[in-house]
C-alpha cells in the first residue's frame, strides 16, 4: 500500500511538473533584425495603398534610401528611429537615439 501511495504521488509530481512546463511561455524572442524592423515600417505606412502604388513604394522604402521628395519630419524620424532601436536598453538605446535623431536620417 505505501508502495501504492508513493508511486501515485511520484506519478502525480511528475505531471503536475510537466504541466508547468507546457504552461510557461516560450523564451523571448530574438530582437528583430533592421531589414525585419524596416518592413514593419514600411509595411505600417503603406496603409491604403494597392497594386503597383504599393509595390514601388515598399520597393523604395525598403531600399532605405532617404526620400528625395521631402526631408523627413521630427515625428518620422522619431518613429523610424524608435524602429531601429528595438532591441537596444538602457545607456545603450539613449546613445543610439540621440544619435539618430541629430543624424540626417
Known sequence: ??????????????????AA?????EAVSAP???QQTR????NADAAGKKGDE????????LSNKPAA????TQ???MKSCNADAAGKKGDERKAFMKS???SGK
Not at 54 to 61: G, L, P, S, T, W
Request: charged residues 20%.
Open 32 to 34: 528583430k533584425t533592421a
Open 100 to 102: 539618430c535623431l541629430s
Open 21 to 25: 512546463f507546457a504552461a510557461a511561455p
Open 1 to 18: 500500500m505505501k508502495k501504492m501511495i508513493a508511486v501515485a504521488t511520484a506519478c502525480i509530481a511528475t505531471l503536475v511538473s510537466a
Open 69 to 72: 521628395a521631402a526631408p523627413m
Open 39 to 42: 518592413m514593419t515600417t514600411c
Open 75 to 77: 515625428q518620422e524620424k
Open 54 to 61: 504599393r509595390k514601388a513604394f515598399m520597393k523604395e522604402c
